[in-house]
C-alpha cells in the first residue's frame, strides 16, 4: 500500500499532487450521487499515470502539454466543488489550494474575453460552494480564493477579481462563526494588500505586507475573537503566503503577455481633468494591473456608500458590509506607495470615490464607522497631503475641529477617538509643519494648527464654570489629561524637526544613506511608505516657499481676516481698513468682487451695506448687481441666484434700491423678458413677499396662486403678465424656498460657527451636519454635488499648490500662535491636578516648550515658560509644596542642563530656584544661616540659640525662630526674602507639614544642584557669559536681603570661575567683565562687601597663575573697592593689590599688555582714600614703580601673544645706552600713568601733592629720554599743562566782566603758594633738561608762565617772574630771534587779553550813579511813606557802591598786572639787549606803546574818575593809581626810546625812535599842563585880572607828575641840538606854558631853566 500511494498520480508534478486528491475524492464520494466525479476522477488517474512534465507547455496547468489534458485533469475538481457534499468539496478544495500555492496553475483569468476559461470556471465553482454554510468548507473557499490571488503565475482580472472579494464579502456578512468571518475579513485584507502592491510595482513579482489580525479588529468584530481565532487566522494568513515561496523554473515566470503590457505603459500618465473626462479617458495606455486595481477600489468605495433604506433602517449586514469596505479602503491607503500621489488617474480616484465615501459616512453616528473615517483620513494626511490639499483643508475641521471643540456635549468615545488621532498626528513633526505652513499661512483655508491647539486648550481647561454639560467628571478628567498630552506631543514634534532642520543646515547635506535604507526596508514590506515623508515623495507637487514670503502670508491672511471681522461689525469701517491696508483696491468693481466671492462676510452685513444710500456704497450695489449674468435665466431662479450670496436688509428703501438695480441688469441681460425693467421691479417685489408668506411659519393665512396672480395685475406698463407664467412662479417659489443665508443663532456654538463661517467652511458642515439630523440614512445627491463644487473651486486656485519648508524659522510663526494655550494648558492643568500622570505630562511640555522657545530666540516665550515652572517649583512657600512642585525642581534642572546654551536671560529664574532649594535643604539639615555669620557678636547668643535649634529641626517640629518662620510663612515668587512682610508665629502642624515637605526635597541629591554649575563648562561662549551674569544676579539678591543675607550664589561664582578659567582669552574676557562688574556693585552690608573683596583675593593668589586675560576684571573690582566707604575694606583691598604689584606684577601683562593701564588705574584710585594717607604714598610709590617697569620693557607678553599688536615695542639699545620707543601707541600705558599723577597734583591734602609733583617730575626727568618728539607734545598737553590749569582757570575767570559774573566766586585753587613755586620750578627744570625735545612747546610755556602773572595773589606772580627770569636766564644764549619774539609776543598777548574785559568792565560804571558825600547820609523821615522810598532808594545805592568798590578793586589788580609785565619786558631787555634783534626790539615798544595808550586812555576818563573818587571816600577805600600807572607807562617808553636813540642809532634810524621820542615828550607836558588847568574851568576871558592859586588835589596830582615831566625835560636837554632845532616851534609853546604855570614842587623850574639855557637860548640868539 505504501508503495502503491507513491506512485499513484504519475511522475509529473501535477500528479502528485492531484493523484491522492483525486484518489481521496473517489473514496469519499457516493457511487450513485456522484458516479459521473468518480469517473471523472478515474479518468485524469488514468491520464496522469501516461503524463511527463513539459516544461514548455502553455496551458493552464504546468507541465501539461495538451490543452485537453489539462481540462481533464481539473474537470474532475470543478465537478467535486459543485457536487454539495462537503466530504467531496474538501479535498478538492485542498488540492486547488495547493494547485494555487505551488504555482501549479499559469494562467491569466479574464472573463469577458474567456468566460469558458477552465480555471475561471474552478474559482467560478469555488466561490459558489460558499453557499454550503459549512464551516470547514468556508475556511477551504478562503484559503483557496487567497491563495489564487496571492499566485504569481495566476493574473485574476476584473470581473472575476471581484466574484472573490464578494465571495469573501458574502462569507463575512453571512458567516454564523466568529472565526470564519475573522477569517474572511483578514483574507480580503490581505487580497489588498497583494492586489494594490501589484498595482503599484505594476508586476505579480512584488513583495507585499503580511496583515495582522489583530490590528484589524481594532475597529470592529472584537467580539468575533473566539479564544485563539486570531492566532488560528494569522496562521492561516501566513501559511498560504509563504508557502512554497521558493524559485521554480526559468519558465515559471508570469505570463508572457501580461510582461508584454507592463513594458507598454511605462511612465503612464492620465490625461482626464474632472471626474467625468476621468471615466471616458482611453485608459489603453494603462496596465491590466492597475485597470484592476482602480476597478476593485472604486467598487470598495461603491460598498461604503451603500446607505439603509427608509424600509430598514436598522439594516445591520449592510452595515457592516459598509464598515468592512472603509477596513479595507484603510489598508489599501495604509499600504499606497507613491503612484498613488504621483499618477493622476489614481488621485482622481482617491478624490471622486474615497474623499465622496468619506464626506457621505460622516453623517453617519456609529462610533464604528467614525473612527475607521478618522483612520482613514489620518493616511490621507500622513501619506497624500500634499495632493490632497483641499480636500484635508475641508476634512480636518468635518472630522476633528467639530469634534475637538464640542467642550459641552461631546461624545466620549468620539472625542477620544480625535483625541488619540491628534496623538498618532502631532508624532509626526513634519505633518503639524506642512499643516500650518500650508493651512494657516494660505488665505484661502482654515487656520487648522490654531484651531486644534485652541480646541485641545479648551479640552483641557474643561467645561466653563456655569455651563452645562453632559460629561462626568472621570470623562473630563480623561479628556484634560489626553488634550494635554497631545499638546506635549504637539510642542515636543516642533521640537525634534527643528532639531532635525537645524542638523541639517549645518551639516550642510541630508543623510541620503539613511532615506535608502528606510526605501529598501518599506519597499520589502510591499510599498508601505510610511516612514517617508509626503514631501519627499512627491517632489513636482511641492513649491519650496522661504520664510520671509510665508511670514508675508501669514500677515496678509492675519490682516485679511482683521477686516472681515472689522467688517460683520461695522461694514464702512471694515471696507476703509482693507483698502487702505491695500488689501482690496478702492474701486467700487474692486468691492463689489471681494463681497462676493469672500468667504467669513455676514451676509446680513453685506445686504446692509449694498443697501446704504451713500455714493460709495451705491456704486458698489451697481457693481455688484452688475457683475451677475442673467442671460437665459427664468425671473424665479435669477433671483435666488442672485439672493445666495447676500441677506436682503430689513428696511424697505434698502431693499427697493437693490431690487431696483436687479430689475435693471435683468431686463438688460434678458431685453426680450418684460416690457420695461419697472416690471420686473414690481414683479420681483411680489417674488420676496411670496417667499416670505409661504415659508414662514408666523403667517397664518397663506398666499393663494390666485392671490398672487391678482396682486401682480397691470404691472406690464398695464397689461398684465399670463397667468401661465405666473402660476409656474408661484409653483416654483412655494416648492422650493429662496434660502437667503441667515445668522447663525444658536448661542452655544456661535463662536465656533462663526469661526467657521470665516474659514469658509460654515456652508460644508452645516449641509452635512444638518443633513444628518434630517436624513439619518445617508446623504443626497445635491450635498454631495455641492461639496464636490467646494472641491474644485479650491482645487482651481493657486493657493492650493502644496508648500514644503525646511527652514526652522518658520517655528517661529508657529509658536507665537501655539505657546499661549499651551502655557495656559500646562499651568492650569498642574495647578490643579495632583495626578502623576498629568504633571508628569505638563512639565514635559513645560521643558519642550522651552527648548523650542529658547533655540529659536524667543525671549518673551521662552521666559515665560521658564518663569511658570520655576513658580510651581513653590519653594519661595514650601509649606505648600507637593510632589508635583518637586518634580518641577527636577525639570528646571533638566531645562539648565539639555538648554543651557540658550536660556541668556531665563538663567535667573533657574538660579533663583537653585537658590532657594539650597537654602531650604540646609534648613533640613540643620545648619546656620549665613547670616550668623555675618553678623555682629552681639547677636551671638541669640545665633548659638538657632544653631543648637536647627541640629532638631525635623526631630520637634516646634521650632520658633525667625528664618525658619519667615521661611514657612512663604512669600510670593517675585520676593527677595522670605516673610519680609509677616509676623507672628506658626502653628505646630504648620512646622510638621513643612518638615514632610522638606523630606520631600530629599529626591534631589547635592549631586544634581551641583551638576549645574559643573556642567557649565560646557556651555558655549554667549550662554557662559549669560549664566554668569544671571548668577551674579541671584547672588546679589542673595547679599541684599535686609532679612536673611546669605552667600550661596557668591560662592557658586568662585566655583564657576574656577570651572571656567581654561577658556579662551575671549570669552574668559568676557566672564571676568562680568564678574567685575559683580565685585565693584554696591552692597547695603559692610560684612558682604568684605566677603566679596576677600572671595576675590582668594581667588586670584590662589590661581594666580589662570587669571590671564581676567587681570581686566580684577583691578576694576579692586578700583570699586578703593572707592568704598569703609576703611577695613579699602585696606583689604590695597593689600591684595600690594601682593600682586610686589609678587605677581609679570603675570598682570603675561595675555595682554593693556592691563598695565588697568593697574595704574586702580594704584591712581588708592591714592585717592582718604582714609589712610600712608596707602596714598604707597599707591604713589607703587605708580613709579610701574613706571620703572614700563621703562624697562618688563610687560612681557607669554609666547602665544608675542605678536600681538598691543604688546610694547621696543627699538634696539642705542649708542649711549639708551632704548627709544619707536611707536606712539606706547602712549596708551605712559599717558594713564603720567595723567593719573598730574591729577593728584590738585590733590587736597599737601603731602599728596607734594609727593605726585615729585614723582612725576621725576619720572619724566628719568625717563624722558625715551620719548618720541611727538609723545613729548602728548605729554606736555595732557600731563604737563594740565598740572597748571588753574593758572587757565584764573585766565578764564578774570576775562568775565559781565554783571552776572561780578559777584560769582570760584572755587579757590588747592594750591598754595609752596605747591605752585615747586611744581613751576619743576617744570622749567624739566624744559631746560629736554629744550631740545620740547623746544616747540616754549610758546606754551612762556603763555602759561605769564598766566601766572594774572593771580592777584603775590606769591604766584613773584613765582612766574622768577620762573620767567630763570627759564630766560638759562637758555637765553641758545634762543634764536624768533624764540626772543615769541617770548615778548608772549608777554604783549598777556596785557593785551586783560584789556577788553577790563574796558568792558569800568563800563558798568556808566550805568550807574554814585551819590555824593553829602548826600549818602541825607536821609528824610517826614511820613511812611517817604520812609519806604527812602529804603528802596537806600538799597539801590549799596548795590551801586558794591558795584564801585569791586570795579575799584578789580582796576588796582589789572594796573598791577600791567606794570608788573611792563617791569618783567624791562628786566628781560636791560638784561639781555645785546641778544635782541630788531624784532624783537620792535615788540618791546609795541609792549610799551600798548600799555601807555591804555593807561593814558584810562586817566582820561574824568567821570570814571570822579564817581570812583565819590565811592572811595564813601567807602573808605584808597583810589586805584591811576596817575601812577600813566606815568610808569610813559617813564618805560621814555626810557627805552632815549635808550636805543642814544645806544644804537642805526636802529633807532630804522625804527623813526627820534620822532617817536619828541612825540612822547610832547604828551608828557601836554599832560602835566592839563593838570594845572583842571581849575579853570571854562576858556579864558578877554582881560584875566588875576590867576586863582591850585586846590589840594590838583597839587597833589602835579606832584606826581612832576618826577615824569622832569624826566622828560632832561631827555630834551641831553638830545642833539640839531635834533632839537627841528621839533623847536612845537615845543616852545609848551614850554612857555610850563613857565607860566604853578608847580607844586621845586625840581620843575630848574629843569626847565636848564632846558632854555642849553637848548632854547641858543637857537633864539642864533636866529
Known amino acids: 500500500m505504501s508503495s502503491g500511494s507513491q506512485t499513484l498520480g504519475g511522475q509529473s508534478r501535477c500528479g502528485w499532487l492531484l493523484g491522492p486528491s483525486l484518489d481521496k475524492i473517489i473514496k469519499n464520494a457516493a457511487w450513485r450521487k456522484h458516479s459521473h466525479i468518480v469517473t471523472a476522477c478515474k479518468s485524469a488517474l488514468d491520464k496522469l499515470e501516461t503524463l511527463a512534465d513539459d516544461p514548455s507547455s502553455s496551458t493552464p496547468l504546468y507541465g501539461v502539454s495538451s490543452l485537453s489534458d489539462a481540462e481533464s485533469l481539473i474537470l474532475p475538481l470543478i465537478l467535486a466543488i459543485d457536487s454539495s457534499s462537503s466530504k467531496v468539496v474538501e479535498p478538492a478544495l485542498d488540492c486547488s489550494y495547493r494547485l494555487f500555492s505551488l504555482r501549479l496553475i499559469r494562467c491569466e483569468i479574464d472573463p469577458s474575453e474567456q468566460p469558458s476559461s477552465l480555471i475561471f470556471r474552478l474559482i467560478d465553482s469555488i466561490c459558489k460552494c460558499g453557499s454550503l454554510g459549512e464551516e470547514v468548507v468556508e475556511l477551504s473557499i478562503l484559503k483557496t480564493l487567497l491563495s489564487a490571488v496571492r499566485s504569481s503565475t495566476v493574473f485574476i482580472r476584473a470581473d472575476c477579481l471581484n466574484q472573490i472579494v464578494k465571495t469573501c464579502y458574502n462569507i463575512y456578512l453571512g458567516g454564523v462563526n466568529g472565526t470564519n468571518q475573522i477569517c474572511a475579513k483578514s483574507v480580503l485584507a490581505q487580497m489588498m494588500a497583494i492586489i494594490f502592491a501589484r498595482v503599484e510595482g505594476d508586476s505579480l513579482l512584488v513583495s507585499f505586507k503580511t496583515v495582522s489580525v489583530t490590528e484589524l479588529l481594532e475597529f470592529n468584530d472584537r467580539n468575533l475573537n473566539e479564544g485563539s481565532s486570531i492566532q488560528f487566522v494569522q496562521n492561516m494568513i501566513n501559511e498560504v503566503v509563504f508557502?512554497?515561496?521558493?524559485?521554480?523554473?526559468?519558465?515559471?515566470?508570469?505570463?508572457?503577455?501580461?510582461?508584454?503590457?507592463?513594458?507598454?505603459?511605462?511612465?503612464?500618465?492620465?490625461?482626464?481633468?474632472?471626474?467625468?473626462?476621468?471615466?471616458?479617458a482611453d485608459l489603453s495606455s494603462y496596465s491590466k494591473i492597475r485597470d484592476d486595481g482602480v476597478l476593485v477600489f472604486k467598487n470598495l468605495c461603491k460598498l461604503s456608500m451603500k446607505f439603509s433604506s427608509q424600509e430598514q433602517p436598522d439594516d445591520q449586514i449592510l452595515l457592516r458590509g459598509k464598515m468592512l469596505s472603509l477596513e479595507l479602503l484603510k489598508v489599501i491607503m495604509e499600504n499606497g506607495g507613491p503612484l498613488w500621489r504621483t499618477n493622476e488617474r489614481f488621485l482622481n480616484v482617491i478624490k471622486q470615490f474615497l474623499c465622496l465615501s468619506l464626506l457621505k459616512n460622516s453623517a453617519l453616528s456609529v462610533m464604528s464607522v467614525f473612527q475607521l473615517l478618522c483612520s482613514i483620513f489620518q493616511s490621507l494626511l500622513s501619506k497624500y497631503r500634499s495632493v490632497l490639499k483641499s480636500e484635508i483643508g475641508i476634512f480636518f475641521p468635518m472630522l476633528i475641529l467639530r469634534v475637538l471643540e464640542n467642550v459641552l456635549q461631546p461624545s466620549f468615545i468620539q472625542k477620544m477617538t480625535i483625541l488619540n488621532l491628534l496623538d498618532k498626528i502631532s508624532e509626526d513633526s513634519q505633518i503639524m509643519i506642512d499643516v500650518f505652513v500650508n493651512y494657516d499661512c494660505d488665505v484661502d483655508s482654515p487656520n487648522i494648527f490654531e484651531r486644534t491647539v485652541n480646541?485641545?486648550?479648551?479640552?483641557?481647561?474643561?467645561?466653563?464654570?456655569?455651563?452645562?454639560?453632559?460629561?462626568?467628571?472621570?470623562?473630563?478628567?480623561?479628556?484634560?489629561?489626553?488634550?494635554?498630552?497631545?499638546?506635549?506631543?504637539?510642542?515636543?514634534?516642533?521640537?525634534?524637526?527643528?532639531?532635525?532642520?537645524?542638523?541639517?543646515?549645518?551639516?550642510?547635506?541630508?543623510?541620503?544613506?539613511?532615506?535608502?535604507?528606510?526605501?529598501?526596508?518599506?519597499?520589502?514590506?510591499?510599498?508601505?511608505?510610511?516612514?517617508?515623508?509626503?514631501?519627499e515623495l512627491h517632489q513636482e507637487a511641492i513649491s519650496d516657499h522661504s520664510t520671509a514670503t510665508l511670514e508675508q502670508r501669514r500677515a496678509y491672511k492675519l490682516e485679511l481676516q482683521k477686516g472681515i471681522s472689522l467688517f460683520n461689525r461695522k461694514p464702512s469701517k471694515g471696507i476703509e481698513f482693507l483698502i487702505s491696508n491695500k488689501k482690496i483696491d478702492g474701486t467700487p468693481e474692486a468691492v463689489a468682487l471681494f463681497l462676493k466671492n469672500t468667504s467669513g462676510l455676514n451676509e446680513t452685513?453685506?445686504?446692509?451695506?449694498?443697501?446704504?444710500?451713500?455714493?460709495?456704497?451705491?456704486?458698489?450695489?451697481?457693481?455688484?448687481?452688475?457683475?451677475?449674468?442673467?442671460?437665459?435665466?427664468?425671473?424665479?431662479?435669477?433671483?435666488?441666484?442672485?439672493?445666495?450670496?447676500?441677506?436682503?436688509?430689513?428696511?424697505?428703501?434698502?431693499?427697493?434700491?437693490?431690487?431696483?438695480?436687479?430689475?435693471?441688469?435683468?431686463?438688460?441681460?434678458?431685453?426680450?423678458?418684460?416690457?420695461?425693467?419697472?416690471?420686473?421691479?414690481?414683479?420681483?417685489?411680489?417674488?420676496?413677499?411670496?417667499?416670505?408668506?409661504?415659508?414662514?411659519?408666523?403667517?397664518?393665512?397663506?398666499?393663494?396662486?390666485?392671490?398672487?396672480?391678482?396682486?401682480?395685475?397691470?404691472?406690464?406698463?398695464?397689461?398684465?403678465?399670463?397667468?401661465?407664467?405666473?402660476?409656474?412662479?408661484?409653483?416654483?417659489?412655494?416648492?422650493?424656498?429662496?434660502?437667503?443665508?441667515?445668522?447663525?443663532?444658536?448661542?452655544?456654538?456661535?463662536?465656533?460657527?462663526?469661526?467657521?463661517?470665516?474659514?469658509?467652511?460654515?456652508?460644508?458642515?452645516?449641509?452635512?451636519?444638518?443633513?444628518?439630523?434630517?436624513?439619518?440614512?445617508?446623504?443626497?445627491?445635491?450635498?454631495?454635488?455641492?461639496?464636490?463644487?467646494?472641491?474644485?473651486?479650491?482645487a482651481g486656485k493657486s493657493e492650493s499648490t502644496y508648500y514644503a519648508v525646511a527652514d526652522a524659522a518658520i517655528l517661529r510663526f508657529m509658536v507665537e500662535v501655539c505657546w499661549g494655550p499651551m502655557l495656559a494648558a500646562f499651568s492650569v492643568t498642574l495647578d490643579q491636578s495632583d495626578d502623576k500622570a498629568a504633571t508628569n505630562h505638563c512639565l514635559q511640555g513645560f521643558r519642550h516648550a522651552v527648548h523650542v522657545t529658547a533655540v529659536m530666540g524667543m525671549q518673551t516665550q521662552r521666559d515665560a515658560f521658564v518663569t511658570t515652572v520655576a513658580k510651581f517649583t513653590y519653594l519661595h512657600c514650601a509649606a505648600d509644596m507637593k510632589q508635583k512642585n518637586v518634580d518641577a525642581v527636577k525639570a528646571t534642572i533638566a531645562i539648565a542642563i539639555e538648554d543651557g546654551n540658550y536660556l541668556q536671560d531665563a538663567w535667573e529664574h533657574i538660579l533663583t530656584t537653585l537658590s532657594r532649594f539650597e537654602h531650604l535643604q540646609l534648613l533640613g539639615e540643620g545648619a546656620p544661616s549665613d547670616a550668623s555669620f555675618l553678623s555682629g557678636s552681639n547677636i551671638e547668643t541669640e545665633d548659638k540659640s538657632v544653631r543648637s535649634s536647627f541640629t532638631s529641626l525635623k526631630k520637634k517640629g516646634t521650632l520658633q525662630n525667625p528664618i525658619v518662620m519667615a521661611v514657612v510663612r512663604g512669600s510670593s515668587y517675585d520676593s527677595t526674602s522670605l516673610?519680609?512682610?509677616?509676623?507672628?508665629?506658626?502653628?505646630?502642624?504648620?512646622?510638621?507639614?513643612?518638615?514632610?515637605?522638606?523630606?520631600?526635597?530629599?529626591?534631589?541629591?547635592?549631586?544634581?544642584?551641583?551638576?549645574?554649575?559643573?556642567?557649565?563648562?560646557?556651555?558655549?561662549?554667549?550662554?557662559?557669559?549669560?549664566?554668569?551674569?544671571?548668577?551674579?544676579?541671584?547672588?546679589?539678591?542673595?547679599?541684599?536681603s535686609p532679612t536673611d543675607p546669605r552667600v550661596f550664589s557668591l560662592t557658586k561664582i568662585v566655583e564657576v570661575a574656577h570651572y571656567n578659567m581654561n577658556r579662551i582669552r575671549l570669552v574668559w574676557s568676557r566672564i571676568w567683565n562680568v564678574l567685575s562688574d559683580f565685585f565693584v556693585s554696591k552692597s547695603n552690608s559692610v560684612e558682604i562687601r568684605e566677603l566679596i573683596v576677600r572671595c576675590l583675593s582668594q581667588m586670584i593668589l590662589s590661581r594666580v597663575d589662570n587669571v590671564k586675560s581676567g587681570w581686566k576684571s580684577v583691578f576694576m573690582a579692586l578700583t570699586a573697592a578703593a572707592a568704598d566707604e569703609r576703611k577695613n575694606i579699602v585696606?583689604?583691598?590695597?593689600?591684595?593689590?600690594?601682593?600682586?604689584?610686589?609678587?605677581?606684577?609679570?603675570?598682570?601683562?603675561?595675555?595682554?599688555?593693556?592691563?598695565?593701564?588697568?593697574?595704574?588705574?586702580?594704584?591712581?584710585?588708592?591714592?585717592?582714600?582718604?582714609?589712610?594717607?600712608?596707602?596714598?604714598?604707597?599707591?604713589?610709590?607703587?605708580?613709579?614703580?610701574?613706571?620703572?617697569?614700563?621703562?624697562?620693557?618688563?610687560l612681557i607678553c607669554s609666547r602665544e601673544n608675542a605678536d600681538d599688536d598691543s604688546s610694547i615695542q621696543v627699538k634696539e639699545a642705542t649708542a649711549d645706552g639708551h632704548t627709544l620707543m619707536d611707536k606712539d601707541e606706547n602712549a596708551s600705558y605712559w599717558i594713564p600713568l603720567l595723567s593719573g599723577l598730574s591729577s593728584l597734583t590738585s590733590d587736597p591734602r599737601l603731602a599728596i601733592r607734594k609727593s605726585a609733583l615729585e614723582v612725576l617730575f621725576n619720572i619724566l626727568k628719568d625717563h624722558g629720554h625715551l620719548f618720541s618728539h611727538s609723545f613729548w607734545i602728548t605729554v606736555i598737553n595732557s600731563v604737563i599743562f594740565p598740572v597748571f590749569k588753574f593758572v587757565r582757570d584764573k585766565k578764564e575767570n578774570n576775562d568775565q566782566s559781565s554783571p552776572a559774573s561780578i559777584f560769582s566766586h570760584p572755587e579757590p585753587s588747592t594750591w598754595d603758594s609752596e605747591t605752585s613755586s615747586v611744581a613751576t620750578r619743576c617744570l622749567i627744570d624739566l624744559f631746560v633738561n629736554f629744550f631740545p625735545v620740547m623746544r616747540a612747546q616754549l610758546t606754551e610755556v612762556v603763555s602759561l608762565l605769564a598766566g601766572l602773572f594774572r593771580n592777584p595773589s603775590q606769591g604766584s606772580a613773584s613765582t612766574g617772574v622768577s620762573a620767567l627770569m630763570h627759564l630766560v636766564g638759562d637758555l637765553g644764549c641758545m634762543l634764536t630771534e624768533d624764540e626772543w619774539s615769541c617770548i615778548f609776543l608772549s608777554l604783549k598777548e598777556t596785557s593785551a587779553s586783560m584789556l577788553p574785559g577790563f574796558l568792558k568792565l569800568i563800563r558798568i560804571m556808566d550805568r550807574i550813579d554814585v551819590p555824593n558825600v553829602a548826600q549818602s547820609y541825607s536821609y528824610s523821615y517826614d511820613d511812611g511813606e517817604t520812609l519806604s522810598n527812602n529804603g528802596t532808594t537806600e538799597n539801590y545805592e549799596d548795590d551801586n557802591l558794591q558795584t564801585a568798590g569791586y570795579i575799584v578793586s578789580r582796576m588796582k589788580t589789572h594796573i598791577s598786572m600791567q606794570l608788573l609785565i611792563m617791569q618783567v619786558t624791562t628786566d628781560l631787555y636791560n638784561m639781555h639787549q645785546d641778544l635782541l634783534k630788531a624784532s624783537s626790539v620792535k615788540i618791546v615798544l609795541e609792549i610799551f606803546s600798548q600799555t601807555m595808550s591804555h593807561a593814558h586812555q584810562l586817566s582820561s576818563e574824568m567821570g570814571l574818575h570822579l564817581k570812583l573818587q565819590r565811592a572811595c571816600s564813601i567807602l573808605e577805600i584808597s583810589d586805584p593809581p591811576v596817575v601812577h600807572f600813566e606815568n610808569e607807562s610813559y617813564q618805560n617808553i621814555l626810557n627805552l626810546l632815549h635808550h636805543l636813540l642814544t645806544s644804537n642809532p642805526s636802529l633807532s634810524d630804522e625804527m623813526g625812535i627820534e620822532a617817536r621820542l619828541f612825540l612822547i615828550c610832547e604828551e608828557i607836558i601836554e599832560i602835566y599842563l592839563k593838570c594845572s588847568r583842571l581849575e579853570e574851568g571854562k576858556p579864558e576871558k578877554a582881560v584875566v585880572h588875576w590867576i586863582l592859586p591850585l586846590n589840594s588835589g590838583v597839587k597833589e596830582e602835579l606832584g606826581a607828575r612832576t618826577s615824569l615831566l622832569v624826566s622828560a625835560l632832561r631827555v630834551l636837554s641831553e638830545v642833539d641840538k640839531d635834533c632839537f632845532r627841528k621839533y623847536a616851534s612845537r615845543l616852545f609853546p609848551l614850554l612857555v606854558e610850563l613857565v607860566r604855570c604853578e608847580h607844586s614842587s621845586r625840581e620843575v623850574q630848574p629843569v626847565l631853566s636848564n632846558l632854555f639855557q642849553t637848548c632854547v637860548g641858543p637857537i633864539i640868539i642864533k636866529v
Open 605 to 794: 452685513v453685506i445686504g446692509d451695506y449694498l443697501g446704504e444710500r451713500d455714493d460709495f456704497s451705491l456704486k458698489v450695489m451697481h457693481a455688484y448687481v452688475d457683475s451677475f449674468n442673467f442671460d437665459g435665466r427664468d425671473f424665479g431662479e435669477a433671483i435666488r441666484f442672485f439672493l445666495r450670496g447676500f441677506r436682503l436688509p430689513g428696511e424697505a428703501q434698502k431693499i427697493d434700491r437693490i431690487m431696483e438695480k436687479f430689475a435693471e441688469r435683468y431686463c438688460k441681460c434678458n431685453p426680450n423678458s418684460f416690457t420695461s425693467a419697472d416690471t420686473a421691479y414690481v414683479l420681483a417685489y411680489s417674488v420676496i413677499m411670496l417667499n416670505t408668506d409661504a415659508h414662514n411659519s408666523m403667517v397664518k393665512d397663506k398666499m393663494s396662486k390666485a392671490d398672487f396672480i391678482r396682486n401682480n395685475r397691470g404691472i406690464d406698463d398695464g397689461k398684465d403678465l399670463p397667468e401661465e407664467y405666473l402660476g409656474a412662479l408661484y409653483d416654483q417659489i412655494v416648492k422650493n424656498e429662496i434660502k437667503m443665508k441667515a445668522d447663525t443663532s444658536v448661542p452655544q456654538s456661535k463662536q465656533t460657527n462663526s469661526v467657521n463661517r470665516l474659514l469658509g467652511l460654515d456652508g460644508i458642515l452645516n449641509l452635512v451636519w444638518k443633513q444628518t439630523e434630517e436624513k439619518p440614512l445617508g446623504a443626497n445627491g445635491a450635498l454631495i454635488r455641492h461639496i464636490q463644487d467646494q472641491f474644485k473651486a479650491k
Open 979 to 1040: 516673610g519680609v512682610n509677616t509676623s507672628g508665629l506658626v502653628t505646630p502642624e504648620q512646622i510638621n507639614s513643612f518638615i514632610s515637605n522638606l523630606n520631600l526635597l530629599e529626591q534631589i541629591g547635592n549631586f544634581e544642584l551641583n551638576h549645574i554649575f559643573a556642567h557649565s563648562q560646557r556651555l558655549n561662549s554667549e550662554a557662559i557669559v549669560a549664566f554668569v551674569k544671571a548668577l551674579c544676579k541671584v547672588s546679589m539678591s542673595e547679599l541684599q
Open 243 to 280: 508557502t512554497n515561496v521558493v524559485e521554480v523554473s526559468q519558465n515559471a515566470n508570469p505570463l508572457a503577455e501580461l510582461q508584454d503590457a507592463k513594458s507598454a505603459t511605462a511612465n503612464e500618465k492620465a490625461d482626464s481633468s474632472d471626474a467625468e473626462s476621468a471615466e471616458k
Open 455 to 535: 480646541g485641545l486648550l479648551k479640552t483641557a481647561l474643561g467645561p466653563p464654570p456655569g455651563s452645562t454639560t453632559s460629561l462626568s467628571p472621570v470623562h473630563d478628567l480623561t479628556f484634560r489629561l489626553e488634550s494635554v498630552k497631545c499638546l506635549v506631543i504637539i510642542i515636543k514634534s516642533m521640537g525634534v524637526w527643528m532639531d532635525q532642520q537645524l542638523r541639517i543646515g549645518e551639516f550642510g547635506v541630508r543623510n541620503t544613506s539613511d532615506n535608502d535604507s528606510v526605501v529598501e526596508c518599506n519597499t520589502s514590506l510591499g510599498g508601505d511608505e510610511g516612514s517617508l515623508p509626503d514631501f
Open 1131 to 1194: 585696606l583689604l583691598a590695597f593689600e591684595t593689590m600690594e601682593k600682586i604689584v610686589r609678587e605677581y606684577f609679570p603675570y598682570i601683562t603675561e595675555t595682554e599688555t593693556v592691563t598695565f593701564t588697568d593697574c595704574v588705574r586702580c594704584l591712581i584710585t588708592f591714592t585717592n582714600s582718604r582714609f589712610n594717607s600712608d596707602v596714598s604714598l604707597n599707591a604713589i610709590a607703587f605708580l613709579r614703580f610701574c613706571a620703572v617697569k614700563l621703562a624697562e620693557g618688563g
